[in-house]
Structure formats: structure tokens, C-alpha cells
């Protein structure tokens, strides 16, 4: 299995940007794909997931939504008004879809895209 991540950039406070997570080896929709971030000196955290429903961070909220193409095995991360803290390592993974907000869910990674915000 593997996580192609991509669409990381630098981008501007209150601009936008689209993440994807291209797998091959292993079908999205029958497993949850979650996105997470780490910052700089602080724990990884999952900011959204999807599996049979979604999941989003109350930190995320009415600014960032995921969505999965099951054509193209690709699931986005679209995030909007962007913030300063936002600023961090994306990471998608993929895994078990019981229990999709448990990072232990999750048993493939991809390499990770950087997201800076400057303000």
C-alpha cells in the first residue's frame, strides 16, 4: 500500500489550498483515510477523517472539509481561511474504519506535504 500526499505550499493567512492522497495498493472506500498535522515541537493530531461518515477537528470546522474520489482512489483535503497555526506537516493515512478517529486506526502513512500560513 501506499500514500501519495501532495498539495502543500505556502500560502498566505485566510488563503486556501487542496491536499490530496493519492493510494494504490488498497481501495479508499473500504477503509478510513484520515488526515493528520504536526507542528513543530507538538504531537501529530487528526484533523479529519472519512470512512462511512466524516470527521473533522473542531479546530478545522467550517474551514476545511474531505471528500474521497473513488474513481481516481484519491482522497482531498480542502481547506479554506487558513490560519497562522495551521502551519504544519500533512500527513494522510489509511486503516481500520471502526474506529477512524484512533491514530492506532491507521497502519499505512504517506510521506507528508508541508503547509505553511505565513500571517
Known amino acids: 500500500v501506499q500514500l501519495q500526499a501532495s498539495g502543500g505550499g505556502l500560502v498566505q493567512a485566510g488563503g486556501s489550498l487542496r491536499l490530496s492522497c493519492a493510494a494504490s495498493?488498497?481501495?479508499?472506500?473500504?477503509?478510513?483515510v484520515g488526515w493528520f498535522r504536526q507542528a513543530p515541537g507538538k504531537e501529530r493530531e487528526l484533523v479529519a477523517a472519512i470512512s462511512w461518515s466524516t470527521y473533522l477537528a473542531d479546530s478545522v470546522k467550517g474551514r476545511f472539509t474531505i471528500s474521497r474520489d473513488n474513481a481516481k482512489n484519491t482522497v482531498y483535503l480542502r481547506m479554506n481561511s487558513l490560519k497562522p497555526e495551521d502551519t504544519a506537516v500533512y500527513y494522510c493515512?489509511?486503516?481500520?474504519?471502526?474506529?477512524?478517529?484512533?491514530?492506532?486506526?491507521?497502519?499505512?502513512w504517506g510521506q507528508g506535504t508541508l503547509v505553511t500560513v505565513s500571517s
Open positions: 493515512a489509511t486503516g481500520d474504519r471502526l474506529l477512524p478517529q484512533r491514530i492506532g486506526s491507521y497502519d499505512y
Open positions: 495498493g488498497r481501495t479508499v472506500s473500504s477503509y478510513a
